[in-house]
């Protein structure tokens, strides 16, 4: 069975960073970029960031640029999230997908293209 697994996630105070981890199960996704999203209670699932299959380009919402970076370890397939200066809005879960179709060389933003999912992991964040 192959599945996302999405890690890092808990209860964090304003102005704490914190890092998701995202590693699949049951195969690599080597020639595929992979992303993250996150929805909040009554809202619509918003793109996060996203790396291509072979790292070299990386996309991240332009809400969220200057706070947010995304990483990839290409050997696992895993990808990485740091959130920095953690803001009341940045509650939310936060899932990581992988590209409905192989070597695509940008990143797409709709989560229409996106064909595997994780659980996701829940950030929480106190003021």
Known sequence: QVYLKESGGGLV????????????????FTYYAMAWFRQ????EREFVGGVVWNGKQTKIADSKKGRFAISRDIAKSTIYLEINSLKSEDAA?????VDGQALRDAVSTSPRLYSIWGQGTQVTVSS
């Open 93 to 97: 879960i936060y899932l990581c997908a």
């Open 13 to 28: 105070q304003t102005g704490d960073s914190l890092r998701l981890s995202c590693a699949p199960s049951g195969r690599t």
């Open 40 to 43: 909040a209670p009554g809202k």
